[in-house]
């Protein structure tokens, strides 16, 4: 906390909800938000280079505990898709991309659980006084996963049907074939289409980013003193277990949207 | 809150980590799993197998235990019989062994019978003839009376 001891609560919300932007160019769009960035790409790193690291030594003899762990974590992905995906091999693409939503995210959204002042302060002494730890609760990378996972249905269904025969369903289906009923259907298909990614990536934002509020908010009440500080330390104790809940709940969402989503985009109407 | 060129680095990033997982972590994991799995099945079809081949084993043993028991029961039955047909035979046969035995004794004793009869008579006519010739001597001459003799002799034969 720069601001010391004039702390003042707007400036010490608005200080951990600043991102560390850097301008490549012109424009609000020309812009990178380099804490965003290195965190997600460190801590996917981090998970799949340690799940990586495990199996490179897998054996198909009697697991040890680390191994046993990670093939509990990849069957509990693999049983989802299973449950889901009837259009082929899942092995060649969707499960282990589920994994990798599902690890890259929770992750993501553990950062949650570093203490936010702590980081900062730390990060602070080597020069980078704004730098906002939690991914997932920069709208950029929620999206970037949701129309990620937009383009692989896209590209799924194209891959299942053609593209006549995508075209054709997307003026088609579900209403009927008449001519009279394609605006109506590509109406429909596009607000799905929208609907989906937007309500994909926003669940997560949401979560997430409200997680972060409260926070925030409980610890602002624990510099006001001693009161604030022991009730700041209890509420902050009480959600970040429950905040674990929501971590691993979030993640499974979006990795079973994501397997739900490229699913449907393999089926024929 | 605004969009930036970070929704296109986190693509990227995304894009790039689905790749590592599709590549490299998934195939490693999947052939060590699928291995077990296999291994798993072909030890249960083993347990199994085994188990089979145990029970037809134990079948086979109890078949082969009931039979050398009926055999050594058929072999315990006619061993007594041969054995009750033996005592048999050996008793017939010393019947008959005794019975010719008898029969042999009994020959002799009348032949000895016979003999001793035949000694007597002859000692008998021999003391005949003596006494005879005694009485005879004085009176009869021997010479004279010889075809006498001879028939006397016959008669007490």
């Known amino acids: 906390m720069a601001a010391g001891k004039e702390l003042n609560p707007s400036d010490y919300i608005q200080h951990h909800l600043t991102f560390f932007r850097a301008p490549v160019g012109e424009g609000e769009f020309w812009a990178l938000h380099v804490d965003t960035v290195v965190t997600s790409v460190l801590l996917g790193c981090i998970g799949l280079g340690l799940i990586w690291w495990v199996v490179r030594g897998a054996t198909s003899g009697v697991p040890d505990k680390r191994q046993a762990f990670v093939e509990l974590l990849i069957e509990f992905v693999d049983d989802q898709v299973k449950g889901i995906f009837h259009h082929g091999d899942r092995n060649k693409f969707i499960a282990p991309a589920a994994l990798t939503v599902f690890v890259w995210v929770t992750l993501m959204n553990a950062m949650d659980f570093l203490p936010v002042d702590w980081v900062a302060g730390a990060l602070s002494l080597v020069g980078l006084p704004e730098w906002r730890p939690v991914p997932t609760a920069d709208i950029n990378a929620t999206f970037a996963l949701s129309i990620s996972v937009l383009l692989l249905s896209i590209y799924f269904a194209i891959a299942a049907k053609g593209f006549g025969g995508w075209v054709h369903e997307q003026f088609c289906a579900p209403f009927g074939s008449h001519p009279l009923l394609w605006p109506a259907n590509l109406l429909f298909n596009l607000v799905e289409y929208v609907s989906k990614t937007l309500s994909h990536s926003l669940r997560l934002f949401g979560n997430i980013y409200a997680g972060e509020i409260l926070f925030f908010l409980l610890w602002l009440w624990a510099a006001t003193g001693l009161v604030g500080t022991f009730f700041g330390f209890l509420f902050g104790l009480g959600w970040a277990i429950f905040h674990i809940l929501i971590v691993l709940l979030q993640a499974y969402i979006f990795m079973m949207l994501t397997i739900v989503y490229i699913s449907m985009a393999h089926e024929h109407h | ?157």
């Open chain 2, 1 to 157: 809150m605004s969009f930036n060129l970070t929704l296109l680095a986190q693509m990227l990033a995304f894009a790039a980590f689905i790749l590592f997982t599709v590549k490299v972590v998934w195939p490693h994991l999947l052939r060590a799993i699928e291995t077990r799995q296999k291994t798993i099945a072909d030890g249960l079809a083993a347990a199994e197998q085994g188990k089979k081949s145990l029970e037809v084993s134990t079948r086979q043993a109890d078949e082969t235990v009931k039979q050398g028991r009926d055999r050594a029961a058929e072999i315990i039955a006619q061993a007594e019989k041969r054995g009750a047909q033996m005592v048999d035979e050996a008793r017939t046969q010393a019947k008959d062994e005794g019975n010719r035995e008898k029969a042999a004794a009994q020959a002799e004793i009348e032949q000895q019978v016979a003999r001793a009869r035949e000694m007597l008579r002859e000692q008998v006519a021999a003391l005949a003839v003596a006494g005879a010739e005694k009485i005879l001597r004085r009176e009869v001459d021997a010479k004279a009376h010889a075809d006498l003799l001879a028939q006397l002799k016959q008669e007490v034969r």
